[in-house]
């Protein structure tokens, strides 16, 4: 099994382009998340998707968009880059009702 | 504005200590409490979980939860450089089906 897998590892954009960052997920789990992570900030909640065919925004979804593509990928849209999305951003699936999360290895945007 | 509170540290303890992390979160109806561990530029592993029954012994790990003062603390004996780490620590706040994450304690084990 590989896990959650995240595709791109490493990316750099001009502000006002855009890309999607990939997530793909082997373990048969219902739930995926998008999050990101700054310096003494912790990790933030971008959206969540409980079941295949919903989505939910989380704390911080501005700037954002999603896509459950099915059961196994969840994928992250950025329209239109801004420094501001300079961060490292992490999807995580959830087993069953454990609300155990399992993390893909991120993919660190850079944004100038 | 975070409701799972974290010292962010850095806790420096040397070889072969116990390192207690803590852990204070704000609404009392929660259950389920979650330590990751999360190296320098990796993802953060899941270490540790403990619902609202009771304590959690795991080989070094140890979870503890204190209800009465809303806190849930990781303890880990015998300390060992390879610890060396920022511990994050979750918690389905009031049920939540969402986990509210801290900002993580950084924890640095010194031979």
């Known amino acids: 099994n590989a896990g959650v897998t995240q595709t791109p590892k490493f990316q750099v954009l001009k502000t006002g382009q855009s890309m999607t960052l990939q997530c793909a997920q082997d373990?048969?789990?219902?739930?995926m998340y998008w999050y990101r992570q700054d310096p003494g900030m912790g990790l933030r909640l971008i959206y969540y998707?409980?079941?295949?065919?919903?989505?939910d925004k989380g704390e911080v979804p501005n700037g954002y968009n999603v896509s459950r593509l099915n059961k196994r990928e969840f994928s992250l849209r950025l329209e239109s880059a801004a420094p501001s999305q300079t961060s490292v951003y992490f999807c995580?699936?959830?087993?069953?009702?454990?609300?155990?999360?399992?993390f893909g290895p991120g993919t660190r945007l850079t944004v100038t | 504005q975070k409701e799972v509170e974290q010292n962010s540290g850095p806790l420096s303890v040397p070889e072969g200590a116990i390192a207690s992390l803590n852990c204070t979160y704000s609404?009392?109806?929660?259950?389920?409490f979650f330590w990751y561990r999360q190296y320098s530029g990796k993802s953060p592993e899941l270490i540790m979980f403990?619902?609202?029954?009771g304590d959690k012994e795991d080989g070094r790990f140890t979870a503890q939860l204190n209800k009465a003062s809303q806190y849930v603390s990781l303890l880990i004996r015998d300390s060992q450089p390879s610890d060396s780490a920022t511990y994050l620590c979750?918690?389905?706040?009031?049920?939540?089906?969402?986990?509210?994450f801290g900002r993580g304690t950084s924890l640095i084990v010194h031979p």
């Open positions: 373990m048969n789990h219902n739930s």
């Open positions: 995580a699936s959830m087993k069953g009702n454990s609300y155990e999360q399992y």
């Open positions: 979750a918690v389905n706040l009031g049920g939540s089906y969402i986990p509210t």
């Open positions: 403990i619902y609202s029954n």
């Open positions: 998707s409980a079941s295949e065919g919903t989505t």
């Open positions: 609404d009392r109806g929660s259950q389920s």
